[in-house]
Structures are given as C-alpha cells and as structure tokens.
C-alpha cells in the first residue's frame, strides 16, 4: 500500500457567484478506490466550463465543488488492482469520466472531470485508472496540462467530426481562445490551410506565429468575408461563437462544406435555409471526445509539437487567472501551477 | 436515321403570373444532337419546382421555358455516337444535368431537366444517352415517370446525405409531400421504423397503408413531440418545410441524431446551439442526387416496390393539376399523361 498525505491544499466552490467565490484552502487527500490511481498534481489549466460553473451557467450543479479538468503530474499511489501504472510516472488526465463503450456518442451517464467529480484545482485527484495517459516527454508539466479538455475538443470538432482532410481550407473564428489554438496547431499538423480571424492585432500576429496562413481582422476589416472567399473555397468552419458568426460561417464555407460547432457564446442562430440545403452544407455539433479521440490527439504531440501557452499562474492566483480568461485577453491556455 | 415527327405538343410558359400562365401549344419536335436520345413522352410527373418557375421563384429563370423534370417512355430517335439504347426500349429519365465527376457534390456547371433544358411537359424529350435508364419492368408509365426528381432527392437525403441504417428510426415530418412519400417507403424498405406527421387524417391513414410505424396528427395534437419522444429514439428526421418543423426536429432526435433538410418551405430556421454541440447533432443539407444516387434509387424498385401517385391528370390539364399541388391536397405524386 502507497503512502500519501492526509491532507492537501484544494480551490472549492462553496457558493455560487463568479470565480471570487473560489477559495484555496486544506482538505483531506483522496484515497484511491479499486481500480483508481491517485495523481499528485504538477500544473493543471482553466476552462470555460470552470467560469461557467461558478456563475451558475451549467447543468447540474453540486457544490460545494472542486473544479479542473484539465491536469498533469505523477502517479502518488495506485487503488487495488491497478498493475498497469507505476508510481513516480509522469502523466496527463483525460478528463471524461465514463465515456462509454461506444466513441461516436459517449454515454448519458458520462462527465467531466471537476465536478461532480473532484478535479484538478489541488494537489491530489484520484481518477480511474483507464485515464492517465504518458505525458508526452518533450513537454514540461505546464505545457502538458494545458492540452487534455481543449485539445481533445479541438481533435474531435476537427477530425472526428469535421473529417478534416490533407490539403483542405479550415477557417478558426477567434483565433485566441484555448480550443481554437489547438484547432489551429492541430489542422496546420494535418496539411490544412488555416485561415485565422481575430479582433486584436496582437492576437493574429501570435496566430500567424503559431502558422496560420491568413489571419484577419474581422473588427477592423468589414470586408474580411470577402478576403477570405478570395482566398480559395473554405472546406471546414470549427466554431464555438455560435450566433452571427455561425450564419456567416454557412456564408463563406464551399458547397459541399463543413461548420462544426463545439460551444454557443451566442446560444441562437438563425440560419438561411436555402443555402444550407441548396449548397448541401453540414452542420455538425460536437463535444468533448472519446478515449480513442483523446490516444490519438495525444499523438498529435508525438513529433515535437508543443501548445500554446498563454500564462502560467500560481495556483494561489486562481481568480486572476480566471479573469484574464473572462476578458478574452488571453492567447493560448492558462495554466495553474503549484 | 431515325425518323421523328416534325411537331409537337408541349406546354409553353411565356412570361411569370403563376399555374395559369401555362399553355400547350405545337412546337417544333426536337432533334437529337450526337450523344443524345429523343424520348417519346408517355408521361410526366410535378414538382413544386415547376410551380416556383411559374411564380418567379427560382434562380436563373429564361423564358420561353418547357418545365418538366420526371418523365418515362420510349426512346423514339438516337442522335450519332448513340450505341447502347435501342430505339423502342421504355426508359425514365435521370433529370441532372452535368452532374459531374464527384457523386459528393454536383459541378457549378449542372441544372434540372426542365428549364433551361427543355423538360417533359411535352410530347418528346432530348436528353443526353447517359441519362436514360431502363424503366423497371412491373411499373406503369405513369408509375415510372412519378419517380425520378422525387426519388433521387428522397434517396439521397436519406442513404448518402443522412446515413440511414437498417433497425433506425426516421421521422418523416408532412408524410403527404411527393419527397416524403418516398422517404417513407425507401425507409421501410431499408428496415427502418418511421414515425410519419401530418394535419391531414386521411393522410395519415395513407401514411399507415405505405408501412408508417406511427403516424401522428401534429395539427390536432399539441403533444405529438412527447409521442415522438416516447415513442423511442428518433435517429434521423427528413424534412423540407424549415422554419419552426426543424427547430422541433433538432428538439427530439436523439443525441448524435442527424436533421436532413432537402428543402425550405420556411426559409428561415432559429436554431439553439446548446442542444445542436451538447447532443453532437448534426444538420445535413441535401438536393437532388447523383448518377450514382439515381442507380441505385432505381434499384430499389427491383423486388415489386411501387411509388404513392396521387392522381393521374391528362397533360391538357395541366393547370389543374398544378393547383392541386399547389393545395397541398395530394398524397404522393401528381402524374401527367398523354
């Protein structure tokens, strides 16, 4: 039997309110059931979904909560009949819990890691065994744990979904956003063309950085549909602004093309139906990703490829962190380290 | 040489107003250039899109038009370079144009039999070779030529569009409408469930009679989404008419459900994002078909199936017949004979 602390330190939840009402304080340590491993946590990242739930924007709310499903670190001590993973191991969580056996839908009794579940925002989580994955060697622990959530809904929307082939025009409205920098890294990757849009200048020259071939500015060029038409046909849109950014994505998308949506900034759109089905376009939900999307995004990273890494903050400094989130200011993903 | 008739009688319009502007008049009888057959019309069949050429309603419009997309007959005369069609043989008529190379995606280049092409509301066609099949021997004319735009776009929003698997469930919103009646029993020859809707009661009792599983009166039942619902999981929904049927569409297909839209009657649909990503939906557009679309359509009608027709009406009465569909009155397909 492993031996682990019998106390950590841990962001809760306590009351609804926005991310001020997040406090750091101790807590016992996990013990890992059969079958779980407990994870000593290195850095872990923010998502949206962590903001949304201290607002109160989410389904199913439990509290008091204890978010994060974004986390990398080592293996601290393995529940009864794990054989599989040794302590001491460097590793990265992904964050579904129960997907299910079937990869194209997960299970209705699946979630995320980081409530109801305890999640990633200590310095301990204990997670089932089948979702601690390599950390991949060539990345620190912070680069390693801003990748799970956000690039395994990046992989997802683009390939699994989105069928993303070699040689294809993807467009990546909001190119700053977590999610949207994978998507951008991941297509690049696969011999797409990326076409980035962003309203801030800087955020665009990180775009271009990172190899997006175009990056416009939607704000200050009210032309941009027109640039990116002239371009060449776009084949895929991954999108999570939803609203007129989606109407305008069936707009500037090739018949026969792709929009995936992943999120709803704007929770309604209306959609123009004839060139939806005139031109046979395809809109396509997608969330989150399966444990064979997740092994194979993984590998994504296999020859050297890092992500983008917008700020590493103390763990301490979680509502910091989460404001710059809720600002939009950041580019890339924000990592919490301890 | 084959020898043809000099004249023909075909129904003209001249200018837009509507049905009413239509009028049957004698024409010069086509000849057919090298790579085409003359096919001697023996009957023809509706489509809501000869009505919105009437009307103004459609791209492009050249007038004088020859409407007329479905029709079957004989093959009466083939132009030079024609070897494999016999003159005799009965035939119906593949109605795309230019298609092109990839089955995926028609070329820019394509149009409908019917305008500009002169179509089969006449007493003889030319079409090119490549466009005429052999008509399935149990079938009448006026079977056969109920068949081929109706078919093709029933066929390819539900195998090649909506990936239709035996043992699915497909809802079939207005079941009356000359698509949805082929949508029903393509689905029930794939060993699909269908769930068909309707205002009407006698359709829906005809619903029944072609093999619908449950028909429902969404007209006169505020709560036929509930019976969908409790019905069991919809995996897939056909639909043209748009506007608030897709937003109920999307509400009760089941998570990883698909929306096939062929058409939009409304052409406007608010769409909720949350349920679109959440549930990985997905919204397919789909028009006409391919030359592949078409085969295998055809063969579908090999072991004794026969299409729903309406009402036979003689070509003379075409106005008629046109406000008949116009009504909205038919079940099925509205045919027109010599």
Not at 70 to 82: I, K, R, T
Request: proline fraction near 7%.
């Amino acid at each position: 039997m492993a031996s682990y602390r019998l106390a950590m330190r841990a962001v809760l939840l306590h009351e609804l309110g926005g991310p001020e009402r997040l406090v750091l304080e101790e807590v016992p340590t996990p013990a890992p059931a059969p079958g779980e491993v407990l994870v000593r946590i290195r850095a872990a990242a923010l998502n949206h979904r962590d903001l949304f739930v201290t607002r109160g924007l989410y389904p199913k709310i439990a509290l008091p909560a204890l978010l994060g499903s974004d986390g990398a670190g080592e293996v601290a001590a393995l529940g009864d009949g794990v054989t599989s993973l040794h302590p001491g191991s460097d590793v990265v969580i992904y964050p579904m819990l129960d997907w299910g056996d079937d990869p194209a839908l997960r299970s209705p009794a699946s979630s995320i890691l980081g409530m109801p579940r305890a999640g990633t925002f200590a310095q301990y989580v204990c997670v089932p065994a089948r979702n601690v994955y390599p950390k991949p060697a060539h990345l620190s622990f912070e680069e390693a744990a801003a990748i799970p959530l956000g690039g395994l809904t990046a992989y997802r929307a683009l390939f699994t979904r989105g069928k993303l082939a070699r040689g294809e025009t993807v467009l990546v409205p909001g190119a700053g956003g977590g999610v949207q920098t994978f998507v951008l890294l991941f297509a690049k990757q696969a011999g797409a063309r990326v076409i980035a849009t962003s309203s801030s200048e800087e955020k665009l020259e990180r775009a271009r950085a990172l190899g997006a071939d175009l990056a416009l500015n939607y704000a200050e060029n009210s032309s941009w549909e027109k640039e990116v038409r002239a371009a060449g046909p776009v084949d895929l849109v991954v999108d999570s602004s939803g609203g007129e950014t989606l109407s305008k994505a069936l707009s500037v998308v090739r018949p026969g093309g792709r929009v995936v949506l992943y999120g709803g900034t704007h929770p309604e759109a209306n959609v123009k139906l004839f060139a939806l089905f005139w031109n046979e376009l395809s809109v396509i939900g997608s969330t989150m990703g399966s444990p064979q999307d997740f092994a194979a995004m993984l590998a994504l990273f296999d020859k050297g490829l890092k992500p983008a890494v917008d700020r590493v903050f103390s763990m301490t400094q979680i509502v910091a962190a989460m404001r710059r989130m809720d600002d939009a200011s950041q580019f890339g993903k924000i990592v919490l380290s301890w």
